[in-house]
Every structure is written in structure tokens, then in C-alpha cells.
């Protein structure tokens, strides 16, 4: 069976593709025109999932945050932390916006001519999320108390 596709599913190929990923996992979501939020509750803290679909440039990029802030005058040791910890990564990155502390896990996946599966979507959020929470402890302490003293 030969099937034709109207550009604007071809635009939306990404987007589609999440949208029924995240309606098969029955997710409850807010959306935009390439945004996907949703929360979900991991084991050491509450996580916001952000699913960016970029049709024209070919990814899928998963980010994940919780309300923890660093404060900014732990600004510096996080960096570090940052970079030692995204040297040891397989895949994705944790991002600090020295502006206002917001500490976040991205996995971005290129996706050729939007070649993208409910798997990809899933794997995508699902790892951003287990990276961030599996880590959380450690930033926790990495935060808080230099070199495991309890003394700042």
C-alpha cells in the first residue's frame, strides 16, 4: 500500500511521534507548537520534562529539571562538578545556568529525515530522568558539604 504524505505531517513527524508516545505511556502533558511538559516523580525528587521537537534542524532533545537551585555563591563548585561529571557521561549533559542556578540533564537526539519511534522518545526522557535522579545525592552533597565534611 503506497502512502502519501501532506507536507504538514512530514513537518510534524517529531512531534507526532511524541505526542502518541507520551499518549501510549498516559502521560499527562502541556504542549506548544514544539514543546512538550510534563512531570514526573522520580525517586529522590519531583522532575520537569521538557521534550523540544525540532522538525527543521532534525533532533529531539530531552531535558529534565527539579526545583533545586544552586545558590550562587556555590555557583563556581558546580561548574566544576558540571564538567567532572559530563566527562564520565556516555550520554546527554547536565547544564548550570550560572544566571539564576537552574541545574538541568539534556540527552539531545539527531534524528535523520525524522526518523523517530516511540522508543526513541521514551529512551530519551527515561534516561535524561534516571541520569538526574541517580546523580541527585551526589549534587546534593557536591552542593552542600565540601568534600563530604558537612563543613563549608
Same mark, same amino acid.
Given at each position: ?64 529539571? !527539579? ?14 562538578w558540571v564538567a567532572e ?23 539531545? !537526539?539527531?534524528l535523520d529525515k525524522g ?38
Amino acid at each position: 500500500m503506497l502512502t502519501i504524505y501532506t507536507d504538514e505531517i512530514m513537518e510534524k513527524k517529531i512531534y507526532n511521534t511524541v505526542e502518541t508516545s507520551l499518549n501510549n505511556a498516559e502521560l499527562q502533558y502541556s504542549t506548544d507548537d514544539k514543546i512538550f511538559r510534563f512531570g514526573i516523580k522520580g525517586e529522590h525528587a519531583n522532575f520537569n520534562v521538557r521534550l523540544f521537537c525540532e522538525e527543521e534542524m532534525e533532533f529531539l532533545m530531552a531535558i529534565v529539571n !527539579c526545583s533545586m537551585c544552586v545558590p550562587q555563591n556555590k555557583i563556581d563548585r558546580m561548574c566544576r562538578w558540571v564538567a567532572e561529571k559530563n566527562y564520565g557521561l556516555t550520554l546527554g549533559e547536565f547544564k548550570l545556568d550560572t544566571s539564576d542556578g537552574e541545574l538541568s540533564f539534556r540527552i539531545t !537526539c539527531p534524528l535523520d529525515k525524522g526518523a523517530v519511534n516511540e522508543d526513541i522518545v521514551t529512551v530519551a526522557y527515561t534516561n535524561a530522568l534516571s541520569t538526574f535522579d541517580n546523580s541527585y545525592e551526589e549534587i546534593i552533597k557536591a552542593i552542600y558539604l565540601e568534600n563530604g565534611s558537612g563543613e563549608d
